[in-house]
Structures are given as C-alpha cells and as structure tokens.
C-alpha cells in the first residue's frame, strides 16, 4: 500500500466526521427523536416564537436597501452555465443595489405564512422546518453608497444594521482574492434554531441550507454581471471572534466574494 494511502486509512479509522455522520442519521431500527417522537406542532411554534426570527441589533443604526431591485440582464439557464468561480476581481466599486439583490436572492422573504400552522414566513431557499437557521452579514470594503464595515442584513426589513469598522483579511486563507474583493457576505448559523427539533440531524439541515442560500446568491451575482466566488478557506475562531459571535451557538459556515468582472 503506498504511504499516502495508510496514512488517509489510519486517518478516517478516526475520522470525527465519519462518527458525527453515523450519528446524524435516521434509522428505522433505532427510531431518532426529531423525526419519530419530533416535538408537538404547538411546542415547536412555541420555541419559534421564543427564538427570534432575526437578529434585532436595535441599537445599531439602520440602513433601508432598495425594493425596486435592478433585473438580471440574463436568464436563469445562462446564469447557470455562466457560472464560475473568480480567481480575481476588476477595479472599482460595486453598487448597493446589486448588494441588495444578492442578499435578497439569497436569504430575503418571498411570502406570509401566516394562515399556515408555523410562524415564520417563508423565504428564497428551502428549509428544515421552516426554521431559517442563518443570519447574513455583509462586509463592505468598497460599495457605493454603502460605508465600510460590517453590516447584518435583516430579511423581514430588507434592510442592514451598520455594525461598525471591520476588517477580517488576516482571517482568510486567500488573502490576496479577499483583498481585491469590494464586498464580502458572511453566513453565519444559528444552530439551536434547527437543533431544537431536528437534534444532530438539524446540523446538517444547517450546512444545507447555507448552500442554497450561497448559491442563489452566485446566480443572482452572475444574472447582475458580477464576480463572485464562495470561499469556505477562512480561519473560524478568529473570524467569529472579530465578527462577535461566540463560536459554538453562532458561527460563520459559509462566506462569498463579489466584485466587478475582470476585464477580459
């Protein structure tokens, strides 16, 4: 057997993700708690209504983005065969309009459930109970019309709460691709929002719905003629340090970089 080969054998004998995902899954011999004896309708709308539906940040000054968001000058199947992953950016700033049609594609809130059995109103991706575990932040390097820094975007608002000066660049393995970037949008999860009633099985509904939400995100980039390259190379505790998150019950999953194209 050659080196390599036993090393990654002697590796996943002791793999931690190969035990978190046998104990995330459903089985039919030993039934799981969150699907065969789930919480009732009534206690899961009562830990809804317990859990905020989006971080508030009350005391941070608020910023409206436009509803009257600019159309993609593409359609979806050019969209998705246009797609690709940028290795670099071109000069200049991007504009909060398409700032704002990102993370409305991304995350926003398309329609009331209020007749339905569940509060929360549904939004652009699919999600695990409806429980819409993630909060959105984008860091703004060089947005017109947007002041640098970190801001968290409010999906039942559309609107940001402008958290102040940040920067995170060190926190980056690519650190020269972050750097040529004009905005980047951090994916954070709240994991008891899904965890509650799903148990382990809730963490991976988590790491799934991040990758809706990021690859709406991309295609809606990509419709508006813009870069953009999702990054999972980024230094966690230091980035939920720098962003105020405790890193167990909060922590970034998942992070986006947007830019104008390179000039071909």
């Known amino acids: 057997m050659h080196p390599v ?4 054998l002697e590796e996943s004998e002791e793999a931690v993700w190969e035990s978190y995902h046998e104990n995330s899954k459903t089985s039919r011999a ?7 004896r789930h919480p009732s309708d009534s206690t899961v709308v009562a ?18 983005l436009p509803y009257d968001l600019p159309g993609s000058e593409i359609d979806l199947d050019e969209a998705l065969t246009g797609r690709e992953s940028a290795r670099g950016f071109g000069p200049g700033p991007i504009a909060t309009a398409d700032v704002a049609k990102v993370l409305r594609c991304a995350y926003g809130v398309t329609r009331s459930n209020a007749d339905g059995t569940y509060p929360r109103p549904f939004r652009t991706v699919p999600s695990g109970g409806a429980l819409y575990p993630l909060e959105l932040y984008v860091w703004a390097r060089d947005v017109t019309g947007l002041g640098r820094g970190l801001h968290h975007y409010d999906p039942t608002t559309h609107e940001l709460h402008d958290l102040g000066p940040f920067e995170a660049g060190g926190c980056f393995v690519q650190k020269d691709l972050v750097a040529a970037a004009p905005a980047v949008v951090l994916v954070s999860a709240i994991f008891q929002r899904s965890a ?26 990509c419709g508006r003629g813009l870069a953009a390259v999702p990054v999972g190379g980024y230094f966690d505790r230091e980035l939920d340090a720098l962003m105020g998150l405790d890193g167990l019950h909060e922590s970034v999953v998942y992070t986006l970089l947007l830019g104008p194209r390179e000039p071909e």
């Open 5 to 8: 080969d036993a090393f990654l």
């Open 30 to 36: 030993t039934p799981h708690l969150y699907f065969d």
């Open 47 to 64: 830990m809804m209504n317990r859990l905020r539906e989006t971080k508030p940040h009350r005391d941070r000054p608020r910023i409206a």
């Open 196 to 221: 509650y009633k799903y148990g382990e099985r809730g963490y991976r509904f988590v790491l799934i719905e991040a990758g809706h939400a990021v690859q709406n995100a991309v295609l809606a980039a």
